[in-house]
């Protein structure tokens, strides 16, 4: 089961934040002074404590984040290919790499410092190194002020996207805006996605779960897709594209013959083209929607196009909507899902 790597990271401080954080609970760090013990050794103690308390806290702040982003080593392809519409894969380890060292750096500085406030018998020495140990710690945690922000918003385009597990079988449905995608995706799943009369309802990638004779079964919706070129796509497509490349056991590919999505279909039927091409080795099952509103002479067009077993539905109605499901199912790897069928 893999969850989503993203979703439960918690919100990552800019550096001024973080460096105002641990200075504040380092000067409330008292440790035990005895009336007996001499000015210096208490400022000793006092400074070392505090020094101690800086570079840990930031220390070990550093080290949660850097431990809460997945490496991409570790990503299933699915996150891998999302988070690359988000950052650059090269910067986003160097972030992550950054820091982890400087998590070393500061302990190593706060140790250092500790030594030196050991070995000095003079005040004003104390002093010195305790203001140069603070300018040290923090300057440390101000070079790394870009990559907080960068793994700061790598985490909020992240933490939305939908976790799915690789063991279940993963159904992504695609088409243009506004065929009716959303409407499926609610009719046979846990899925709410949001339904609207206009193009460009959903931006977002969205996972419904059903349970048919025990197999957990995940459907993805995506955002519509227009016919063009992958180089021309937005973001919001990409997320789709990425979706049927690396999730998808099977793809529904749903068509408006009613034309009321406002989009042709000698333009839909282009665009299945483009992901027939794309990825050629997932199964894929075209559906008509919007039967109920469509003209013969469409569905007939449809018809000589991908030959008269080609499933219709009226999704707003749930009308047929079990059939195109399993049949979909009955395209992927038999084996995996034999219970299904026998
Ligand atoms: N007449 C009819 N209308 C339908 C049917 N299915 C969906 N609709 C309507 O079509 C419109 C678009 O439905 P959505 O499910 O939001 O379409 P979508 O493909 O998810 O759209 P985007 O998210 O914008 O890509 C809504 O007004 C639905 O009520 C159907 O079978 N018949
Ligand atoms: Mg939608």
């Known amino acids: 089961m893999s969850s989503q790597p993203f979703s439960k990271i918690p919100s990552i401080p800019d550096s001024g934040e973080l460096i105002r954080i641990a200075y504040d609970r380092s000067l409330k760090v008292s440790p035990s002074l005895p009336m007996g013990l001499s000015r210096i050794k208490k400022l000793k103690r006092l400074y070392t404590a505090r020094i101690s308390s800086l570079s840990n806290t930031l220390s070990n702040r550093l080290l ?3 431990n809460c982003f997945p490496p ?4 299933h392809p699915f996150y891998k290919a999302i988070l690359k519409l988000y ?5 986003y380890e160097e972030a992550r790499r950054k820091l982890f060292y400087s998590s ?3 302990r190593s500085l706060g140790r250092r410092y500790i030594m030196k406030l050991k070995r000095t018998s003079d005040i004003n020495d104390l002093k010195l190194i305790r203001r140069e140990a603070y300018g040290r710690l923090i300057s440390v945690v101000r070079r790394i002020r870009k990559e907080l922000k960068l793994l700061e918003d790598v985490r909020v385009e992240m933490r939305n996207i939908p976790s799915i597990n690789p063991d279940n079988v993963t159904i992504v449905i695609a088409g243009y805006p506004n065929v009716g995608k959303s409407t499926f995706v609610c009719k046979i799943s846990t899925a709410k996605p949001k339904i609207a009369s206009y193009p460009f309802t959903t931006t977002k990638l969205f996972v419904g779960h059903l349970t048919i004779k025990n197999l957990r079964i995940q459907i993805m919706d995506t955002p519509g897709l227009l016919d063009r070129p992958i180089y021309k796509r937005n973001r919001i497509e990409k997320l789709a594209i990425a979706a049927l490349e690396h999730a998808a056991d099977a793809i529904i590919f749903i068509l408006d013959p009613s034309e009321s999505s406002g989009y042709s279909l000698d333009e839909q039927l282009s665009l299945f083209r483009e992901i027939e091409n794309l990825f050629r080795k997932t199964p894929i ?3 008509l929607n919007k039967i109920d509103i469509a003209s013969k002479e469409k569905i007939i067009y449809c018809e000589n196009y991908f030959g008269h077993s080609l499933p219709k539905m009226v999704a707003k109605d749930g009308l047929n909507v079990t059939e195109v499901l399993l049949k979909t199912l009955s395209l992927t790897d038999k084996g995996r899902f034999k219970d299904v069928y026998s």
């Open 72 to 75: 991409i080593s570790s990503l």
């Open 285 to 287: 099952l075209v559906v």
């Open 104 to 106: 070393r750096i500061l």
């Open 64 to 66: 949660f984040y850097y």
């Open 87 to 91: 950052v650059n894969l090269d910067e």
